[in-house]
């Protein structure tokens, strides 16, 4: 399994990004997928997640009403709209995903112990 994101970039506050993961090797679109990000010096935290193909979506209190995932199932790509962004929201931003389909409790609070892949990682940079 392959996850490669793309997208990040340096953006003004309340400017917007799309970023993008292309995943390839999964047998089936029975996966949980979403993104974490990472910012220096704190921990990787959750930031939206998909339960499953067609599952729940959940977001981090700090993103929700601005942060939007969206997945084509058929185009195996994940996407999240970023709006609104504010300089708290650069950082890292990793794709990843789970063998399997999680349960709504596992998607709301996304953690890493659930993730089997992770992509490289795309930086989102935003300036005051």
């Known amino acids: 399994v392959q996850l490669v994101e793309s997208g990040g970039d340096l953006v003004q506050t309340g400017g917007s990004l799309r970023l993008s993961c292309a995943a390839s090797?999964?047998?089936?679109?029975?996966?949980?997928i979403g993104w974490f990000r990472q910012a220096p010096g704190r921990e990787r935290e959750g930031v939206s997640c998909?339960?499953?193909?067609?599952?729940?979506?959940f977001y981090a209190d700090s993103v929700k009403g601005r942060f939007t995932i969206s997945r084509d199932n058929a185009k195996n790509t994940l996407y999240l709209q970023m709006n609104n962004l504010k300089p708290e929201n650069a950082a890292v931003y990793y794709c990843?995903?789970?063998?399997?389909?999680?349960?709504?409790?596992?998607?709301?609070?996304?953690?890493?112990?659930?993730?089997?892949?992770w992509g490289q990682g795309t930086q989102v940079t935003v300036s005051s």
């Open positions: 090797g999964f047998t089936s679109d029975y996966y949980a």
């Open positions: 998909t339960a499953s193909s067609e599952g729940s979506t």
């Open positions: 990843a995903a789970s063998e399997r389909s999680l349960s709504d409790f596992e998607c709301e609070g996304f953690r890493p112990h659930v993730v089997d892949y």
